[in-house]
C-alpha cells in the first residue's frame, strides 16, 4: 500500500481496512509504528524535520504563541509536563508540536 496510489479507499478498500487494523494495533500495544514504502519523497521528510528542528530552538516566549488552547484545540506547541497519559503520574519530560486538521490558528512561522 503506496501514498502514490490515486484513489487508495476504492482500489483496495479491504487493504486499506487492515492496514487501519495493523496501524491501530501497533500504537495501542508497542506504542509507535514504523512505515516505509509510504510514496512521500525523503526530501520532504528531511525538510519537515528541519522545521520542526528550527522551531524547538526557540525561546519559550516564540513557542508559547503556537501553544494548543487547552481543551479546544488539538493542534500546537505543548510545554515540557504538559501532556500525560497517566494522570496518577507527573506530565512527560518532552515538547510536542501536533499537527493535524487545521483549526482557525495560523501556524506559520515567521
Known amino acids: 500500500m503506496s501514498l502514490e496510489n490515486k484513489n487508495p479507499l476504492s482500489d483496495n478498500g479491504e487493504a486499506i481496512i487492515d492496514l487501519a487494523d495493523q496501524v491501530y494495533q501497533a500504537f495501542s500495544t508497542i506504542g509507535f509504528v514504523y512505515l516505509k514504502n509510504h510514496g512521500i519523497p525523503q526530501e520532504m521528510i528531511d525538510s ?7 522551531f524547538f530552538e526557540f525561546n519559550l516566549d516564540v ?5 494548543k488552547d487547552k481543551g479546544t484545540s488539538l493542534n500546537g506547541w505543548d510545554a515540557l509536563e504538559r501532556e500525560s497519559p497517566n494522570t496518577e503520574r507527573p506530565g512527560d519530560l518532552k515538547e510536542s508540536f501536533d499537527l493535524g486538521a487545521l483549526d482557525d490558528k495560523n501556524f506559520y512561522l515567521a
Open 48 to 54: 519537515i524535520f528541519e522545521t520542526y528542528d528550527k
Open 63 to 67: 513557542k508559547q504563541k503556537y501553544a
